[in-house]
């Protein structure tokens, strides 16, 4: 076993550590023992002797098993953990926190005691100056409970170097891998300050942990994919230790004998890697360097993060991973145009549109076929009649170009003008659209239509639908908590989701209505469900705690949706509080991005009302109101460690959905 001195806390460390996340489980609240133990003893006795855990691991049952394993070596093992905890206002759920962490490892100290998962913000907000959660460390380092402040991390590299230059931490935990290299420039700044780096997934959270043979087969003298992967991260200079959660004892075996059989790893080895991994990719044609010069695409495609996936199948070989990956991605490369504006910037005179169609023939399950969707564009409404703007889209997936005709199938009452449409020749890889007028014959929030789409001797049907919400402009509005507010809609409605699964959600339920006027969007809710429970869970993150949040994406019309928090994207969040001492009136309203939003507020005999002023301002990206925006509103409940229990939203939509449906579409009538 390698090891070697982690930065300045002078502790000498083994270079592959274990990461106790993945461990063998029994239950989702219980690990393996039968399994885990030996794996632990073992790891010890072959050198390895920095283990790292947190206190939700293994549904909070990880710091247990390390510390029954570990106990009667305790004085020979560097112990690094995590609090969740950054709430200011409540020092003693961090403080519950670090003793039920020191029970449960059955230590007297913690060597590294992390900060769980931060970035600049929320240290700004909670843990930096006076009053914040950094003194809490500084107070329990004297009490000897900790002897090494660190973080862990998954932000931005600039964050990184902003927190580096505190110079209040020893360690940081974060992510390096083959496969994502964004944070090495920061990660030298780091080490050149002294910090101890201490990388987490360093075979990319299990993506390069199989068998591949063109992974493999970079560079010529490496057992496997694994070892290739760890190779290359132990040998960048600025690395001190691997954490690898490692879940078998083979698997343990092959990662120590990687580490151990090739004596130093040296920064030419880290060199070699890197150069092997750019000249695959010249040779796939896909050397893109990520340098944003073909961004925004107009047709919303994310350019880089296509051919970054790309290369994930190309020059790794990971052709499943990256077809999930691709699959996840909003700016997928069907969306292309074949505009050519991404010609000219590119330093690296890539042909994009042709490695886009690449992309589409490689990654997306819909290659060979042509496919259509529609995007909401404005709306009209007479008296309960409501009209709307669409624009239908039609993107030849294949690469002959095809002749292709259209017929649009409304359902019910509803009307749509065109009915039929064609495109006597569409290129390969082409798109085209159509503007249509659709008229929903009834009081409906939701349009559906039957896209028949016809091409050489196929015929396929797209189902077309969108969740619609009209909002009336209402000037003169006063914020009023006081009262039940007029022409509300219920949520769950009939027919959601949430009605339906094994555990429907029939006792929890909201109202809510949206206005607006030129200065404001006005969003009024009646929850029938009583939020207040517990105003944040002891030990986790402010998020973690009941609340009602309302999504916006004021972004243009083919951006909604399409993941990311870009400028006109936001959130609100409502949570009321159950704090002893406060009084019914008060309200926790935060919103991501520096703005204020006015609100009134009152408890009901079962829950809450509130209405509150969200200003236009602050998220859209044009100077009037903007006719379609991307809309959602939810309640969310978690149990006592922090796990969801409940996610009710009007759309019905899961959570974590980042295409253009992830949102329904609010339009100002």
Known sequence: MQYTTLGRTGLRVSRLGFGCMRLPMKSPTEVDRDATIPMLRRAFELGINIYDTAAGYCGGDSQRVLGEALQDVRDKVVLSTKNPHYNKADKAGWWRNLQVSLERLRADHIDIYNHHGINYDIFEQNLGGPGGIY????????????????????APPDHLVKLVD??????????YNLLYRELEEAIAYAAGRGMGIIVMGPVGGGCLGYPNERAASLVGDVKSTPDLALRFVLSNKNVHVALSGMNAMKQLEENVETVSRAGEFTEQ????????????????????????????????????????I???????????????????????????????KCLEPCPQKLDVPTRLGEAIQALDERAGSVIAWTELRG???????????????????????RKVSVEMLPSGEDQVWPQKFRFAKMPAYGRRQKDLQVTLGRAADAYHLDAIIRHDASELVEHLSDTVLPARRAEGYVLDASERRPGTIHVPAAGHPALAGEQPAKEHCFDFSVAYDGENLYVYADVEDDLSGVPQIPGQSPHRSNH??????????????????????????????????????????????????????RRTPTGYRVDCAIPWRAFAQVPAPPAVTGFDIAMRRYDAQGRQTLHLNWTGRAHGDRTPSAFGKLVLV
Request: glycine fraction near 10%; aromatic fraction near 8%.
């Open 269 to 308: 080895d880290h060199r070699r890697i890197s150069a092997a991994i750019e000249e695959r990719k010249k040779l796939c044609g896909l050397y893109c360097t990520g340098c944003r010069y073909c961004m925004p695409c107009p047709a919303g495609v994310d350019i880089p993060a296509n051919f970054e």
């Open 135 to 154: 003194e809490e460390m500084l107070k329990a380092r004297e009490q000897g409970l900790i002897r090494h402040i660190g973080f862990s991390f998954h």
């Open 166 to 175: 505190t110079g209040l931490y020893d360690t940081v935990i974060l992510q």
């Open 379 to 401: 709306a009209s409404l007479a008296g309960d009649t409501l009209s709307l703007k669409l624009r239908c889209l039609v993107k030849n997936l294949s690469d002959k170009a």
């Open 548 to 601: 009602l949040r309302i999504y916006l994406d004021a972004r243009t019309p083919y951006m909604i949706g399409r993941g990311g928090y870009d400028s006109g994207v936001t959130h609100v969040t409502l949570a009321p509080s159950a704090t002893a001492g406060r009084t019914a009136g008060e309200l926790a309203v935060s919103a991501r991005g520096e703005f204020e939003v006015r609100s009134a507020w």
């Open 310 to 340: 790309l290369n994930l199948e190309r020059v790794f070989g990971l052709t499943e991973h990256a077809r999930q990956r691709y699959a996840h991605l909003g700016g997928k490369a069907a969306l292309c145009r074949l505009c050519g």
